[in-house]
């Protein structure tokens, strides 16, 4: 029954008033503690805890598209979903060792300001706009609208309200400034994680009670024995769900330039740690990483036994979408609503949680680009710290309610939530790390590669993307670099799968710079190093143990589901 009750309207209140009155405070204290300075709101700088940091990473990350759209892809393909997640936490631990010391000893605050430094204003400028065009109309509507439609399925509530809601929420949130995200972020993911974790021991023990027993365990147990094929972590090629995630790429291929991307190069989440001190970055980092093995818990296994469910005559009409086929993405709302009153508004603050928070993170970090790389350096070169504040938080609204005009047009709900942001990210990201990873590791790379990773990379992604349709790619089957991928007109093309296509576009991308670095270098033209040494890249013994334990748990975990 989509409807919450009085109890769950209580609950929910509960948390509203608990994260808005605590970010009140914070930012009241903030004012009586220092001048509303441009890097006082955009980064918090010197403010943030490690544990606020690690939070807040999290609160970020997790959002509608893992709660709704990993869960979805838990009912439709199982455990091997959470790569994204489990690769991301020794991610972390690389981003930790060695991205954020480059950009914190060169005090680097944007991504657009690394680019700039390292390359040329000309970079730097395509690139913002790049990163806002993407951030405003794949990731924050993507976020808002995946977020309203689970909302409105669990409670009932008008979708347009439910859209218009978040974003009221999330601006009210990030008006606040950085500080005020990050520690807030502290509230929601208590609320996220313990809520999530109601959810999946409720769900579990509805999977028990099909074998005629209770509690979290049996439930997983029966899971296991039930759905065997769903806790497989590495997929052989003649399964269906072999291009989405392809065998051992996610291990050895095109799963690093996602989550090195995302989690090293993306104002976004770097955002965090730039305002803080090494090892405050790292131990926030590092916590993060830990939170991350923990995810799949709360927004892979609620999917699984929604599909146990489902497989044994459950939940038959409550998974068809409004087109009377069944759709995965419902798996989460259904569970929620399976739940008693009370712990269902629990569950609907933990979700709700989680999709402000991240609209209020990725809303800052869009108005952090804007104000900095693009109006004080093109618009207003002599604005103000308080008018960059300003202008700041006019942004922040203009973004927002652009995301809520476009975001029912995009076909978001169609596509499939993760599925939509990780293909229309991926056409750039590819050439991004390349452009930033060079950047950081090889003095000799140019202005001029640079560009080619901008410009080249992305035409490089739309043409493997597009490749098929002009070209039989059977010959590559052999390899496993291509595979028989079902079309919308119910015919089939041999297609590379788009995380190995990520791969491909990476390596050709960084030969390249290469070759037009060493160009440029036999031309005379100069280029512009880091400031960076060896010392800068020694982590102290608390997090090189709390490394290598995440490090062994993922060993096992890969292990036990391989």
């Known amino acids: 029954m989509n409807t919450l009750q009085i109890t769950d309207y209580l609950v929910f209140l509960v948390y509203f008033f608990i994260v808005s009155g605590y970010g009140y405070w914070i930012y009241k204290r903030k004012q009586t503690a220092s001048h509303s300075a441009s890097h006082d709101y955009f980064l918090a ?11 807040s990473l999290i609160a970020s990350n997790i959002s509608s598209e893992q709660f709704i759209a990993m869960s979805g892809n838990g009912f439709k393909m199982g455990l091997a979903i959470a790569t994204y997640e489990w690769m991301a936490a020794i991610t972390l ?3 930790a060792v060695f991205f954020i010391p480059v950009y914190l000893k060169n005090k680097i605050f944007t991504m657009p300001q690394f680019l700039s430094q390292r390359y040329n204003g000309d970079v730097a400028m395509i690139m913002a706009v790049f990163w806002l065009l993407l951030y405003v109309i794949v990731n924050l509507t993507s976020i808002l609208y995946l977020g309203a439609l689970a909302i409105n399925g669990i409670s009932g509530l008008n979708l347009d309200l439910c859209m218009y809601a978040l974003a009221f929420f999330a ?11 990050g520690y807030t972020d502290v509230i929601q993911v208590v609320f996220l994680i313990f809520g ?5 021991y409720l769900a579990l023990n509805k999977v028990a009670e099909l074998n005629g027993q209770t509690g979290f365990v049996e439930g997983f ?20 769900n072999f291009p989405s995630l392809p065998g051992l790429t996610v291990l050895l291929g095109g799963m690093w330039i996602v989550n090195l991307n ?7 989440i770097t955002q965090r740690a730039l305002g803080a001190d090494l090892k405050t970055a790292r131990s926030g980092i590092l916590f993060a990483a830990f939170l991350k093995l923990l995810m799949p818990i709360i927004v892979v296994l609620p999917g699984i036994a929604a599909y146990v469910i489902y497989t044994k005559g459950g939940l038959q009409t409550e998974m068809l979408g409004a087109d009377g086929i069944l759709n995965p993405d419902r798996s989460y709302p259904v569970l929620l609503n399976l739940l008693p009153v009370g712990l269902k508004g629990l569950s609907f603050a933990a979700l709700t949680a989680a999709v402000v928070a991240s609209l209020a993170g990725k809303v800052n970090s869009i108005s952090t680009i804007f104000t900095l790389d693009i109006y004080k350096k093109k618009i207003d070169v002599d604005a103000s710290e308080l ?7 006019m942004a922040v609204v203009g973004a927002m309610l652009i995301a809520v005009i476009i975001a029912p047009h995009l076909g978001i709900d169609k596509k499939g939530g993760f599925e939509f942001i990780q293909e229309y990210s991926g056409f750039v990201s590819p050439g991004i790390f390349a452009m930033f990873i060079l950047g950081f590791f090889w003095k000799k790379t140019s202005s001029n590669a640079a560009m080619f990773a901008t410009i080249g990379g992305f035409i490089l992604s739309v043409v493997f993307k597009f490749l098929p349709k002009f070209m039989n790619l059977e010959f590559l089957s052999s390899t496993g670099f291509s595979t028989l991928v079902p079309q919308e007109d119910g015919t089939s093309l041999y297609e590379i799968p788009f995380l190995d296509r990520m791969g491909f576009v990476f390596v050709i991308c960084v030969v390249l710079m290469i070759g037009i670095s060493l160009i440029d270098q036999k031309r005379g033209l100069k280029t512009k190093g880091l400031e960076i040494d060896s010392s800068m890249f020694k982590v102290n013994s608390a997090f090189l143990a709390g490394s290598l334990l995440i490090v062994g748990l993922l060993v096992a975990l890969y292990s036990v589901f391989w």
């Open 45 to 55: 700088e010197g403010s943030l805890t490690w544990w606020a940091i690690g939070t």
């Open 93 to 95: 631990i690389i981003v």
């Open 171 to 181: 601006i009210i949130i990030a008006l606040g400034g950085m500080k005020v995200i």
């Open 196 to 200: 999530g974790l109601v959810t999946t």
């Open 221 to 240: 147990n029966y899971m296991y024995t039930q759905s065997g094929d769903h806790f497989h972590m590495i997929f052989k090629q003649d399964n269906a």
């Open 262 to 268: 995302y989690w090293g190069c993306n104002q976004y």
């Open 387 to 393: 008018k960059m504040v300003r202008v700041g938080k």
